[in-house]
């Protein structure tokens, strides 16, 4: 038997260091899992590579680059969760359930992820480390809860609450996004209408103007050499409206594209009225939807943390929940080290207090989800109707302004001729 070093956590989320006899890495595994740890490194005595597993061996194996191109759409993750939850509590062996599964798909890149599935449990790997091999349908915070599922025995659970976790966030990124479109669409359509008019219309005025042979008030005359620049400016002015949408687009991703300059920018959107109070609020609604179902599933706080941190999808809640984390691990509570990061109004942190007094810990944060979900589908519902009349204000004074500087030097000329006669 070779021996093996291994660093694991226990139930409680303190680190564990030991070694352990097996005849392989797997069975290595299911030894440090009977005794009720989560894996989170292990090497064979003398080996020089040591492999990374978070709440399980995630990343244990190495095998081929998973072909394809783009990602699974979230909506059929959701499917496949949730029949595959019925087939685990119909009792099904998982390869078994895995194949039906693969055989109802179409062909595509699911059911090449499915066959890539069963084909490595069938080499013997557990579904959490035949999971984390394909991204391009499991991520990470997917991969951990089936790895606690396994480990707890209730897969069938485990997968149920993920089809409801992914549901209920798709369901606040769809409010969010269907709200945008219809300001989006109509700023579109204004920006090119009032484009149209500077590029064909207001030169044909400018040519009708030059017979009048007056000097023309100063509206005018703004409107004409603003026309001027759209069209022949250097560059045209109508090339930088175009352009400038997609250059500001790119300079915001390569900002992100570092640590400082995620927060930097997410820092910023969150200062801007009503906008950052509906991504403040997402946020929080999605890192206590993620971290209690991450309890809810057995996996250990610190680990549901640093998981909770890397799918929050904003930086700023990145980074105090790595300050709550290493206070956690000091021996601090909670609800403390987020006090301190003032992330989070007095609502919240309470809540939490008393969840973490009770025992409900996880039952509180999912309480705290859904009550920010309705805050934030309230505050977009807000804020759309907030948009349409400062839309129609808007547009109107464009209108309004393009009208009366084409129109004014009518009116001088009228005044003119019944002046004369």
């Not at 997917?142 to 966030?169: P, S, W």
């Not at 859904?370 to 804020?383: A, I, K, R």
């Amino acid at each position: 038997m070779a021996t093996f070093l291994y660093e694991a956590m226990n139930q409680s989320g303190q680190e564990v260091k030991d070694t352990i006899e097996a005849q392989s890495t797997e069975e290595a595994l299911g030894k440090i899992r009977s005794l009720g740890y989560y894996p989170v490194k292990i090497r064979q005595k003398g080996g020089r590579r040591a492999a990374k597993a978070a709440a399980g061996p995630i990343d244990l194996k190495k095998k081929k680059a998973r072909v394809g191109f783009g990602r699974v759409k979230q909506k059929d993750i959701v499917q496949l969760t949730r029949q595959l939850s019925t087939l685990q509590d119909a009792g099904l062996p998982i390869l078994r359930s895995l194949r039906i599964l693969e055989q109802q798909q179409k062909a595509g890149l699911l059911k090449s992820i499915l066959r890539n599935v069963g084909d490595d449990i069938e080499g013997g790997s557990t579904l959490s480390e035949a999971m984390a091999r394909n991204p391009k349908a499991f991520d990470r915070l997917y991969c951990n809860m089936v790895a606690a599922g396994e480990t707890g025995g209730v897969l069938d659970t485990i997968l149920q609450r993920l089809a409801d976790f992914m549901e209920k966030a798709q369901r606040l990124k769809r409010k969010v996004v269907g709200a945008m479109i219809y300001p989006s669409v109509v700023i579109t359509f204004a920006v090119l209408i009032v484009a149209g008019i500077m590029v064909a219309v207001v030169p044909k005025f400018k040519e009708i103007f030059k017979d009048f042979g007056s000097e023309l008030p100063a509206l005018t005359m703004f409107l004409i050499n603003l026309s001027e620049w759209f069209v022949h400016g250097k560059p045209p002015g109508i090339v930088i409206l175009v352009l400038s949408p997609i250059v500001f687009f790119l300079m915001i991703k390569l900002i992100r594209k570092s640590q400082s300059g995620r927060y930097a920018v997410d820092l910023v959107l969150l200062k801007i009225p009503i906008l950052g109070k509906i991504l403040g609020k997402s946020s929080i609604a999605r890192f206590t939807r993620t971290l209690g179902t991450l309890l809810a599933a057995g996996v250990p706080i610190l680990e549901a943390i640093n998981i909770t941190r890397e799918t929050s999808g904003n930086e700023v809640y990145a980074r105090a929940l790595g300050s709550v984390h290493d206070e956690i691990r000091e021996g601090e509570s909670f609800a403390n080290p987020l006090r301190a990061a003032k992330i989070c109004d007095g609502l919240v942190i309470n809540m939490i207090d008393v969840g973490e007094e009770t025992g409900d810990l996880d039952k509180m944060l999912i309480k705290i989800a859904d009550n920010y979900d309705e805050e934030v589908e309230t505050l977009v519902d807000g804020l759309v109707s907030l948009l349409e009349p400062i839309m129609v204000v808007v547009l109107g004074g464009i209108v309004g302004f393009i009208v009366i500087a084409l129109f004014l030097p009518l009116v001088h000329l009228i005044n003119a001729v019944s002046s004369g006669g």
